[in-house]
Each structure stands twice: as structure tokens, then as C-alpha cells.
């Protein structure tokens, strides 16, 4: 049930040598690619499946400032920057459209809440505002829901996951990298310490520098490597309409539901924030670290053990590099959508809006969302391996930040200045002392 992506075509070399190795074709890897590329570097992007194949294709497509912890903030804003460049130098669009997020609520704590986080995004320039229950009908144009509130920031935005990363890849393409799906990293060798180079299905490539964006995968593909990372994964189902007329140009999402107006003049919809945690291993070996994410949110997160809990256990946590691994045997991520959540999703849109209330579902698909324990990515080289990067974690909002997070990436990589303060992304906050 993988949603449609835009094709992007491999390079027609598989190259023995490049500056930089990038592992994962999401937005975040290809942005990296993108920009280093820009700089003269020699690049090669490297996806075990297709480029947007996981992640950086399932998701609702949000781009916002609005909402964040204040320490992602600067890089939310710089990533808006980026989406409006970005579309105005690709060839493609990635369908980037500035036209507002808002969130609605019928509850008093949220309020509050927003109340408070408004004044904090006042203090960085922010144009997000509180609005009453009049200010949140109007632009919630025509919801029959008696908000009592929301909060709105105009300079945020949407964009199409099916065309972003593939623009982003075919730009990287034209400006040098070298591309190639159906392609996975198995693992990273070192002399004297640092990277020397990445073993992958087709060969070796000789690098000293290799950026992890392997998005879900990255704490199994550091730990192989004595990098500990930690990181829990949870599910999350989405559906797309069939094309219908504009009720809202934006995005709203609410406690009730979320629904975002698409390029192809479609809706994408979900159940608000509810995720399923499916059990994994990893939980054992992290889950103390994300106790209070989990407080936090459980009013939303649903327990579940599937297949892919068995498939896991018999992963090795040590495997070799010249036979194949399980980034081979999983080329792309596809989880079942919940369709239970997906119903209640589409029935409080259609009550919601009397416009819709025929709209019909034309696809559901899930998606499997990453997480850090304090939900901030990590942007940052990895001390203890000399050569390797890491820009993961980023905890079910990446996508708008994928530009900005691309671009700290490349100034990280390439020592220069870099777009924000990168102190927030360091690994090091996260990082236990040793892992064997
Ligand atoms: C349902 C859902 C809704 C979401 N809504 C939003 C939203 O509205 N706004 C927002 O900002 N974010 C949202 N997100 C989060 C956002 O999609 C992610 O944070 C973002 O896409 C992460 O991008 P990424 O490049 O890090 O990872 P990914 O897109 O997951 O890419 C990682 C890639 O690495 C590849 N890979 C892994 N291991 C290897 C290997 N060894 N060799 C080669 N390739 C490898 C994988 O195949 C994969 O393609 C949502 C996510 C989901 C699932």
C-alpha cells in the first residue's frame, strides 16, 4: 500500500570513490546531497529501496514552524526560507505552497498552552497568533465544530511528499551526485580510527566522510558500529480523497482530525495524532529513556506487537558486510494502515464539513515515524567515529525541516558556517558513554 512517488532515475556509474557517502534517500539525506553538491563536493547518495520511499512520502505533508520546541525553531524558520527557494531554483516542483497551518481545539488546556508558546515564538519573530472562536471559524472556512480557539502562523505551509524528495534527488543528480536506489549500505570500515569507506551490495565506495539519513534504520545501522543511538519507532495511517473542491487552501489539524488541501486538489486526512507503538526490540534496550514521551502522549498511542517484532529478534545486532543484511530483506517500510483509525478519521471530516460529507477515501497507506526520547533531531558528526555524521531522529516533523536539517548538514561536513546554531542537534546529548 506504498502512496505513489515521483520516479527519480539512478546515475548511470556506480562510483568507487566520493568526498561524502550518503546513506538514505529521504528529504533529509537528499537535501544533504543537494547541498554539498552545491559546494563542489563529490556526493553519492546511496537508498536500499527508492528515493521517499519510507518516511519522507507518508507523511501529511505539513511544513510549520508552529508548535515546535523552541530549539528546533530557528531551524524551522530557516527551512521555510529553504522550501520558498527551494521552489523557485528546482526544475520539479515539490509542491511547497505557503498557505498557513492552523490548529483548532475545543479544549481550554490547549489554550493555555498555546497561550504560552506564542509568546515564547513572538521572542524569535514568529508571525504565529491566538485566535479566538471567531478567528479560528473564519479560517477554518466552512467547520461546523464549535472551536473555542486555535492558533495560526500565516508563513507556514504545505508541501507534496510524493513530489519533494524527488525534486530535491533530481536536482542533486543534475548538480553532480551520484545516485543510486535498490542500493543498501551495509556498514562502514575504518583505519586508524576514522572512515575509510562503505561496503554496500554493489561494492565498495572509498570515502572519509559518510552521513547517515537512513531515518528509521539509523539506530540499528550506528549500533552496528559501536554508536549507541537511541530511537523507538511508532505507525501512523493516513488516506488521501478522491479530488474534490476547496473547502480549506491550508492545513488544520485539531484533536478531532487532520486534513491538508493536496496539489492534485485532493485532501490528505488522518485521526489527529494517534500512532501505534508496534514492539520492537529496541524497546527493551531504550524504553526508560522514553518514559516521559510516552506520558506525555500516551492519551494518543495505541500498544501493539505484529510480525515485525519476531522478523527483528532474529536480526543480527553484529552481521557481516559481505552477505545480505536486513536493510536488503526490508527494501521499503510498509506497514498496514489501521482502518479502523482511518474510518474515524474520514467520518469527523465529513461531519465537519458539510462540503464533504460524500468525499470518498481513494488510498490509505502508514508510515513508520522515528523518535529521539526528547523528539529532537540529531544534526551532528559522531565523536567517537571519526568521519561519520548522523541527522536522525527527527520525531514525526521532519519534513518541513528537511531542507534546513540538509543544509546544517553540509555546513557541518564541509566546516562551514553553519545556518543555525547546531548545539540543539548535538549527538553527544544523547549519547551513552560506550556501546559493545
Ligand atoms: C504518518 C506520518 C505523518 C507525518 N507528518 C509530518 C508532517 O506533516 N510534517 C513533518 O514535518 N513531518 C511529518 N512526518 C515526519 C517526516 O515524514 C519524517 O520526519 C521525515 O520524512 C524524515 O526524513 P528522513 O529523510 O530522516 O527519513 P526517511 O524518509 O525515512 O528516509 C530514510 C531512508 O533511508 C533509507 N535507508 C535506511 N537504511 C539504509 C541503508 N543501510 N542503506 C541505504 N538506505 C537506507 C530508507 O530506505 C529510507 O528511504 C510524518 C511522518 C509520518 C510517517
Known sequence: MSPPVDAVADSPVFPDHADVVVVGGGIVGVSTA????KRGRSVCLLEKGRVAGEQSSRNWGYVRQQGRDEREIPLARESLRLWRELQGEL??????????????TRDPRKIEQWSRWVKMAERHGLDSRLLDARQTQALAMDCTIPWIGGLYTASDGRAEPS???????????????SVHQNCAVRGIETSSGRVSSV??????????????????????FCRRHGVDFPQLTSCGSVLRTEPVEAMLDGAISSEIFAMR???????????SYWLTYFLEP???RYFTRFVPMYLENRKYLKLRINRMFFTQLCW???????????????RILDPKPDAAELRRGLEAVRKAYPGLANVKMAYAWAGIIEATPDSIPVISPVGKLPGFYL?????????????????????LVNGDAPLVDPRPFSYSRLAAPDVH
Open 282 to 284: 529496541a524497546w527493551f
Open 34 to 37: 543537494y547541498y554539498l553538491a
Open 199 to 220: 561496503l554496500t551490495e554493489r561494492g565498495e565506495i572509498r570515502t572519509n566522510t559518510v552521513v547517515c539519513a537512513a531515518g528509521a534504520w539509523s539506530s540499528m
Open 163 to 177: 513530489m519533494a524528495a524527488p525534486a530535491i534527488a533530481r536536482a542533486a543528480r543534475k548538480a553532480g551526485v
Open 316 to 330: 543480527p545486532s553484529r552481521w557481516a558486510f559481505d552477505r545480505p543484511t536486513p536493510f536488503e530483506a526490508v
Open 391 to 411: 541527522a536522525s531522529g527527527f520525531s514525526g516533523h521532519g519534513f518541513g525541516l528537511g531542507p534546513a536539517a540538509g543544509h546544517l548538514m553540509a555546513d
Open 91 to 104: 526544475d520539479d516542483d515539490p509542491g511547497f505552497r505557503p498557505t498557513g497551518v492552523l490548529y483548532a
Open 261 to 271: 488541501r493536496r496539489v492534485d486538489g485532493a485532501y490528505t486526512i488522518a485521526h
